[in-house]
């Protein structure tokens, strides 16, 4: 089992900064790739970046250049960070973090999300 914590939603003008972060929890161990993915109303989850526990990462393509995903591999707990800037009205969602287990059994965990709000 793994537990996903989310923190730092809010509301931010447009143009701005914000930092996600994630405390996984449990069997940390067996985390295998995390990610954040977002939900804005009437549209489907996506995900927005994803990061391996070498470090090797991938962006969608609307957040490339913006935003930064990063990973803090810790002693009984994983953090996962996402560095959000220049942040644009479209950026407005909840932001949900993403873990897969590779042991027992091949799985994924998520939080309960968080919402960034961006306004004009």
């Known amino acids: 089992q793994v537990q996903l914590v989310e923190s730092g939603g809010g509301l931010v003008q447009a143009g701005g900064s914000r930092r996600l972060s994630c405390a996984a929890s449990?069997?940390?161990?067996?985390?295998?790739?995390m990610g954040w993915y977002r939900q804005a109303p009437g549209k489907q989850r996506e995900l927005v970046a994803e990061i391996t526990g070498g470090g090797s990462t991938n962006y969608a393509d609307s957040v490339k250049g913006r935003f930064t995903i990063s990973r803090d591999n810790g002693k009984n707990t994983v953090y996962l960070y996402l560095q959000m800037n220049s942040l644009q009205r479209e950026d407005t969602a909840v932001y949900y973090c993403h873990a897969v287990v590779s042991y027992p059994l091949r799985r994924g965990y998520w939080g309960q999300g968080t919402q960034v709000t961006v306004s004009s």
């Open positions: 449990g069997s940390i161990f067996s985390i295998d790739i």
